[in-house]
T-cell receptor, first 116, second 115 residues
Framework: NAGVTQTPKFQVLKTGQSMTLQCAQDMNHEYMSWYRQDPGMGLRLIHYSVGAGITDQGEVPNGYNVSRSTTEDFPLRLLSAAPSQTSVYFC???????????????FGEGSWLTVV | QQQVKQSPQSLIVQKGGISIINCAYENTAFDYFPWYQQFPGKGPALLIAIRPDVSEKKEGRFTISFNKSAKQFSLHIMDSQPGDSATYFCAASTLITGTASKLTFGTGTRLQVTL
């Protein structure tokens, strides 16, 4: 039972570097998303996708890019890392709502990113 | 602006006691209210959830109370155990397209259950 798998678990980047956080799910979920978690702020939605080839912005999309070429994978790209992007990143997936807001959203175990 | 306000920020409860975490929301478009439990180094995991047409939902030692008119909901953990020590997030969900929903999270409550 892999569920939602994220790599890497930990990463240190220098300001200005780019990198990709990988996310894969094996539950055939249509919906995938990326959240960031910061102290005192809960989790905030970065980008989401309702299916292969379809992505959209969440509430904090600036500095991040996503693509969805397959149902299973949803990578998150940091284009030019900034210290403000130091955070814990969670990938999540669920079945599509089909007009129903309440399908369980499953989270990966997180990727700890530090930008120095 | 925090759309889902959660309190307290931290909570210490003795073993066997009742833990209570409160949340309030503004957006009446929210139609599903889950609680997530997160242990250190792990991702959040769904604990229990409620729809706004129900005033209370109970699963084992965990109960959600929901007050639609006040736009408030709370998590009660009865007979709290040391294994319940974790961070708890309330959330509210709404459809953002016909098939996708978005979770808006509270800021989290760090619960410590002491012996």
């Amino acid at each position: 039972n892999a569920g939602v798998t994220q790599t890497p678990k930990f990463q240190v980047l220098k300001t200005g570097q780019s990198m990709t956080l990988q996310c894969a799910q094996d539950m055939n979920h249509e919906y995938m998303s990326w959240y960031r978690q910061d102290p005192g702020m809960g989790l905030r939605l970065i980008h989401y996708s309702v299916g292969a080839g379809i992505t959209d912005q969440g509430e904090v999309p600036n500095g991040y890019n996503v693509s969805r070429s397959t149902t299973e994978d949803f990578p998150l790209r940091l284009l030019s890392a900034a210290p403000s992007q130091t955070s814990v990143y969670f990938c999540a997936s669920s079945y599509s709502g089909q007009g129903y807001s309440g399908n369980t959203i499953y989270f990966g175990e997180g990727s700890w990113l530090t930008v120095v | 602006q925090q759309q889902v306000k959660q309190s307290p920020q931290s909570l210490i409860v003795q073993k066997g006691g009742i833990s209570i975490i409160n949340c309030a929301y503004e957006n009446t478009a929210f139609d599903y209210f889950p609680w997530y439990q997160q242990f250190p180094g792990k991702g959040p995991a769904l604990l229990i959830a409620i729809r706004p047409d129900v005033s209370e939902k109970k699963e084992g030692r965990f109960t959600i109370s929901f007050n639609k008119s006040a736009k408030q909901f709370s998590l009660h953990i009865m007979d709290s155990q040391p294994g319940d020590s974790a961070t708890y997030f309330c959330a509210a969900s709404t459809l953002i397209t016909g098939t996708a929903s978005k979770l808006t999270f509270g800021t989290g409550t760090r619960l410590q259950v002491t012996l």
